[in-house]
């Protein structure tokens, strides 16, 4: 299906088939969700084993009771376990609660509201500030600068990350741009891995940037691959280790898609100046976290071995979803222009990018045919996304055949909306 | 030993002993701590069936499955038990992490830059707002308003709780002062448990206080009891109701001092339409709790009989150290003018007021000797005690033995002290 060369004859054709295709699916009245970011039950039951695991044994390797308060950025082992997840010393690794989101949060407040490396350094002092955000991007990190009213940029996304020519100009030409959000491992959503270039430019942005530049480095998908030989990220600590620039970079990460999505541990990776600030801001909002949870984790993931055999895990349940998606993308779409998309090596998400003025149209006859799709605009800052055509497909959750069958739909949905489209342009 | 009534004479010879006294015992270079508001070790043994409670199991009643993400205001077997510990309904109750502090943080943060009920209710539009604390306090309240830039008025407590004359004629008069900080049965640290009057006129006081008034409610011992027949605390809910000021109040409580204090369950009690503006906040910090952990206590406390029982166990390993501090300063001050304290009859501390001017000489005096105390001052906002006379005593973590050797070596302290202030004097 070609739509630039179709007659309106063609089209108007295509549209009753279509239509008439799409009734028969309205008719079935499913019930089909690709929305949800998480694992699947199936996938939690890898980590059934982490309640009981302690078997009354709470005390840490260094002697620490783990029940008691205290502890305010971690038990050694947990700061090891997240080094392993991570690739980086633990000795700069605080550990959280169970939300990485949380500490994103909180590092972002900290720097906005009472500077991260001093009153200072507080970026409100500067007035209304800026953060770039990578597009289409994860809606939960344009929250957090939307609740702190830091206004958002918004830089397209390559196969290689950011557009780097893009953020490089913007970051030199304005100093109130205080950092960038970044999924530099299977973007949420698109499955990019950051190339070495793009990880070696970021590092280098302290260099050129406006004073307290922090970029958010979100590694939530650090070690969840879905192929043999996946993709290695480049380490941007040790970029920044070359350039000087430690302290413009913060690293998180946490279990939540490795063992229970709700109950893991949660990990900050930053520079000795960072966390010093972080954690004199945390120590006034907890006495500490929960270790027992952390001591659970310690011993369920002991090294790094462990860690990505645990993985395996999760790429067997995953594995077949992803193809059911990407399979069915290919037969409907490889010899149109209806779409375009990538084929995530690893992650939570296939990125599907519509013709132009069609994703929510998409979204809407997806839904009224019983197959919930993530809002069309989420990806974007403040829900906008100017071309309205990217749709972020979550395909975990659902069974294999689930998602065949929402496939099909979505399919026929993007066919109509687009055939619909070019009809009234 | 009465030193108002003393001869010089009589005050040089006692000083001539006391530092007799007092060099024997840091020749005996001892070790020993009453600073810590924790379970003790035994304490925390008392719920080490929590971990493996499952048994698989991960499934809350309403079919939840704990492990994933979600679920931002908690369990409804959670909320229940929030409820059962706060005695109110759990419909009004949002559970968290590990920490009512965060919880509490939170809370103020939201009310004072975002708003409890909509941006216009922000407390930073008025300006430098201001809140009560009741002297002595709990430090790490304090601490949270220095954080978020509140400034702190100090009201004294009495044995009824705060002085509400002071209070209402404060609130009365300065639209600004925001809250009032309450820790209102067994009071850090002066164990006080607030009468049914106290509690009343805390209720009405959102009648007569400026615009967006919380009172932040922390009922952190609300079945710490240490006694039989324990004193009850009214409802303030219930009062707050009968006033239409459910809006004015905000209970907190957690499992810090029930279960694991590190690695408890934390609760908010408020009316809804401050749980819904706080969950408008928390859901861009957050994707939700623990909720594995919040079904391990729901199994472990399902009911409030199960609860009460549990505390049984509390109160059985804290009674003898409450009673080996409370001995000594009987023995040792009944019949003196050296110092007051009151029994309390539940809750972490026993509030030592030594005569003016003699709480740091005592503090730095039982430090030198090996008895670590919690700096004098501490419970006072920005750490400053005007009459420099309070002294916390926090018995629960060390053994009877230990309780009894430390408060040897605490007479000896407040008596050196005292005498030397009086011979300067």
Request: glycine share 8%; aromatic share 6%; charged share 15%.
């Given at each position: 299906m070609q739509l630039d060369q179709a007659t309106q004859e063609q089209l108007r054709q295509w549209e009753t088939e279509l239509a008439d295709e799409y009734q028969r699916i309205v008719?079935?009245?499913?019930?089909?969700?690709?929305t949800r970011?998480?694992?699947?039950?199936?996938?939690?039951?890898?980590?059934?084993?982490?309640?009981g695991i302690l078997k009354g044994d709470y005390k840490a390797a260094d002697g620490t009771d783990t029940r008691n308060y205290g502890g305010l950025d971690g038990l050694p082992e947990a700061k090891q376990l997240g080094a392993n997840l991570m690739g980086v010393d633990p000795e700069d690794v605080l550990v959280g609660g169970n939300s990485s989101l949380t500490l994103?949060?909180?590092?972002?407040?900290?720097?906005?509201?009472f500077g991260l490396t001093g009153a200072d350094s507080a970026w409100k002092n500067e007035g209304n500030v800026k953060f770039l955000c990578p597009v289409p991007g994860y809606d939960r990190h344009h929250t957090v600068c939307e609740q702190l009213g830091i206004d958002m940029i918004a830089v397209p996304m390559t196969d290689a990350g950011p557009d780097m020519d893009k953020v490089e100009a913007l970051v030199k030409d304005d100093p109130r741009i205080k950092g960038m959000w970044c999924v530099p491992k299977?973007?949420?959503?698109?499955?990019?891995?950051?190339?070495?270039?793009?990880?070696?430019?970021?590092?280098?942005?302290?260099?050129?940037?406006?004073p307290n530049f922090r970029v958010f480095w979100d590694n939530a998908y650090a070690v969840h691959d879905l192929v043999d030989?996946?993709?290695?990220?480049?380490?941007?600590?040790?970029?920044?280790?070359?350039?000087?620039?430690?302290?413009?970079?913060?690293?998180?990460?946490?279990?939540?898609?490795?063992?229970?999505?709700?109950?893991?541990?949660?990990?900050?990776?930053?520079?000795?100046?960072?966390?010093?600030g972080f954690k004199q801001f945390l120590g006034t909002c907890t006495?500490?976290?929960?270790?027992?949870n952390q001591i659970r984790h310690s011993r369920f993931l002991p090294n790094r071995d462990a860690l990505m055999k645990h993985m395996q895990g999760h790429a067997e349940l995953l594995k077949p979803r992803f193809a059911a998606v990407l399979d069915a993308l290919n037969e409907a779409f490889a010899e149109s222009d209806l779409g375009n998309w990538q084929e995530p090596q690893g992650g939570y998400f296939v990125s599907f990018d519509t013709r132009p003025g069609c994703a929510q149209d998409t979204v809407r006859l997806a839904a009224e045919a019983g197959v919930k799709l993530t809002?069309?605009?989420?990806?974007?800052?403040?829900?906008q996304d100017p071309e309205d055509r990217n749709i972020r497909i979550a395909p975990s959750v659902p069974s294999v055949e689930e998602v065949k069958g929402a496939m099909k739909v979505f399919v026929v949905c993007v066919k109509l909306a687009s055939v619909r489209k070019q009809l009234a342009s």
């Open positions: 008719n079935q009245k499913l019930n089909l969700d690709l970011g998480k694992p699947s039950p199936e996938q939690l039951s890898l980590s059934d084993a982490l309640d994103m949060f909180q590092v972002m407040l900290t720097a906005h509201q299977y973007s949420n959503p698109t499955g990019v891995v950051y190339s070495d270039e793009t990880v070696e430019r970021i590092a280098a942005l302290g260099k050129i940037a406006g030989n996946p993709p290695e990220l480049a380490c941007v600590m040790k970029a920044c280790a070359q350039h000087g620039t430690e302290d413009s970079v913060i690293q998180f990460a946490s279990t939540s898609k490795i063992t229970h999505a709700g109950a893991g541990v949660a990990f900050v990776n930053a520079s000795p100046a960072n966390l010093k006495i500490g976290p929960d270790k027992v809002p069309a605009g989420a990806t974007f800052p403040y829900g």
